[in-house]
């Protein structure tokens, strides 16, 4: 959004009113903590401008620094090898990597942790669900991986790429929901990659410190990276797009979620905030407020009305009543379950998501909505401000985002997004459910 600033801190990336974004960080090694200024998507040292892209912009800034006509603290992302001071050196590393020569790189990732990685890359074992499936399809990283690990929830048709791939053995399939690491896979394939892009959620057996120091005796570089919601997504695709050679793809996919949240801001005015919304994600986990989707929500224009710290909150009828009191009541309830997006759920599939909440005042009134966590976030939000708002925004706008995405990142022409169900609205449940 035009009014809004990127501010990076050590664990969490949240969108902050314009001014100087501040940042702890922990390096890999487990080095000490130092705080920095900065302001940048493309997380990569050397990116002095800190854009999704590498070039001679960030020469001349280097230069100007050099020169005293700029200042460091202005531009860290200047300093690229770490050094606390900008100058030949800074210079000729970003000159080998526009260059396409052998260099190594210092990479922040979007949890705050820092790894020199050698550049280019010599292949990539890549971890994680939706949000790292989105990221493999946009950048066209799928040449570029060696190994993968993702979800049961991989779709033929809007993962092609990464599934067709998967089969025939091109990238090598390592576990199917990444929740648990298999290190003998791994390394039977060692060599054959130098970096692991692990998703910071859902992927619990690599994203933590025996999985990074597991890698670093195998000599893989690692990048955790926090992939689901507005500002670290961007993040994420500006370095990835940075280190692959894909800095056009990138920023092609941060164009069309900038542009997703401007219209909703600019349309809705005043209007922001004006309908309470309360999210579940999986099966009855409902968001708290340092939730991604309590974020997501309130980028559609939601009040979130959630009121507690913990990310999720477990809610089961049988056993609680907590989400029966009048102020968690809101006029919307969204509800983000991953599915195989082209398979049709079954009723069974149907009733196990819905029945923790067919009792809630939102599902009596017809205010509960399903929707397949699958589906990119930009369309999840496009959706729930339609829903939320439909006086405002035409109701095929947030399928022509989809669409958009479809016809610009995934590599299947005869996608039509129109040919399948991904959102629900509580009388269409109610039908399916007969």
């Known amino acids: 959004m035009a009014d809004m600033k990127i501010m ?50 960030d ?10 006509n700029k200042v460091l603290k202005d531009y860290p992302l200047a300093d690229a090898n770490r050094d606390n001071e900008v100058n030949e050196a800074d210079y000729s590393i970003v000159q080998q990597f526009i260059d396409g ?43 570029h991986l060696a190994a993968n690990a993702t979800n049961d929830y991989i779709s033929p048709v809007l993962d092609k790429k990464l599934y067709e791939a998967r089969e025939s053995g091109a990238i090598a399939k390592v576990t199917t929901g990444a929740t648990h690491a298999d290190w003998s896979e791994l390394g039977k394939r060692a060599g054959t990659y130098s970096l692991a892009l692990i998703e910071d959620a859902g992927t619990s057996g690599y994203a933590n410190e025996a999985g990074r120091s597991t890698f670093k005796d195998m000599g893989v570089d690692v990048l955790q990276f926090s992939a689901d ?31 997703v949240v401007d219209t909703i801001s600019t349309k809705l005015g005043d209007k ?48 609680d009543q907590w989400l029966f009191e009048e102020k968690y009541n809101p006029n919307n309830l969204f509800h983000f379950k991953s599915m195989t997006y082209g398979d049709t759920p079954t009723k069974t599939e149907i009733s196990g998501y819905v029945h923790y909440f067919d009792k809630t005042a939102a599902y009596k009134s017809e205010h509960y909505y399903l929707i397949n966590g699958a589906v990119p976030l930009p369309v999840r ?24 995405y479809v016809d610009k990142f995934v590599d299947n022409s005869d996608l039509d997004v129109d040919d399948y169900k991904v959102f629900w609205n509580t009388a269409e449940l109610k039908e399916f459910l007969k």
């Open 272 to 319: 922001m905030g004006t309908e309470t919304v309360m999210c579940i994600t999986m099966s009855n986990s409902v968001s708290g407020y340092e939730s991604d989707y309590f974020n997501a929500t309130e980028l559609a224009g939601g009040k979130n009305i959630a009121d507690w710290p913990d990310k999720t909150r477990k809610f089961d009828p049988a056993e």
């Open 381 to 404: 939000i496009a959706y729930m401000a339609t829903i939320m708002y439909p006086d405002t925004f035409e109701a095929g706008w947030y399928m022509s985002v989809f669409q958009d």
């Open 8 to 57: 990076i801190i050590a664990v969490v990336a949240v969108v902050a009113v314009a001014g100087a974004g501040a940042f702890v960080l922990l390096g890999n090694n487990g080095g000490s903590k130092s705080t920095e200024d900065i302001d940048a998507l493309g997380l990569v040292y050397g990116n002095a401008n800190g854009d999704a892209e590498i070039n001679s912009s």
């Open 229 to 259: 919601n507005y500002v670290s997504l961007k993040k994420a695709a500006a370095t990835l797009g940075i280190l692959i050679g894909s800095e056009a793809q990138a920023k092609s996919f941060i164009s069309l979620l900038d542009n």
């Open 101 to 143: 020569d052998k260099v190594q790189l210092y990479v922040m990732d979007t949890i705050g942790g820092i790894s020199k990685v050698e550049y280019p890359l010599k292949g990539i074992f890549a971890a994680g669900g939706t949000n790292m499936r989105v990221l493999i399809e946009v950048l066209d990283m799928e040449p």
């Open 59 to 68: 020469l001349q800034i280097i230069q100007d620094i050099m020169d005293g």
